[in-house]
């Protein structure tokens, strides 16, 4: 730093800050750096949980469905036919305060079939009675099922309409 003849060398000094700046400004550089990759990594972590985190309660997603989608179609079954004197009831209550029975009722020509389903996370099992106005105890057998995988607001209208049409037919064949 200082020459031979005592006098201090401003170049050397000037030289050895700037390095020695240098060398904290690096390092605040690579802390810095440090840093926002941990709090990166984090978040990445974070995400993963919620994304890995257990999916919703199932059956809180089928009386979502019934709710928003298949509820509508069913009444839009119902105001359809019902100048064809054809009576169509729903009765999910139960399922939606958080039981898992529905209740399909379909009438027509003094005939009706009762489908008692029994929802579960992959299927609704129904058992089927058949009555008539002047029987109303009926006959009671196991009923058709439907599955809830990919189960839509057109799917769960075709397998109503596919009942109306078998009461028709019975209706048909009796008179």
Request: hydrophobic share 35%.
């Amino acid at each position: 730093m200082t020459t031979e003849e005592g006098r201090v060398n401003l170049d050397t000094l000037l030289r050895r800050a700037k390095a020695k700046s240098a060398a904290r400004g690096a390092s605040e550089a690579k802390l810095d750096s440090l840093l926002e990759q941990h709090t990166r990594k984090l978040r990445e972590e974070e995400l993963k949980k919620e994304n890995n985190s257990p999916k919703s309660d199932p059956m809180e997603n089928i009386r979502d469905l019934f709710e928003t989608e298949l509820m509508p179609a069913f009444d839009d079954l119902r105001e359809k036919y019902r100048k064809n004197d054809i009576s169509l009831e729903l009765d999910a209550l139960k399922l939606l305060q958080g039981g898992r029975e529905i209740v399909i009722d379909i009438e027509y020509g003094g005939v009706g079939m009762r489908f008692d389903g029994t929802v579960m996370t992959n299927v609704i099992a129904f058992q089927l009675t058949r009555y008539s106005t002047r029987d109303p105890a009926g006959i009671t057998a196991s009923g058709p099922t439907l599955r809830v995988r990919g189960l839509t607001a057109d799917k769960f209208r075709d397998f109503i309409c596919q009942r109306i049409a078998a009461l028709i037919q019975a209706v048909m064949q009796r008179t």
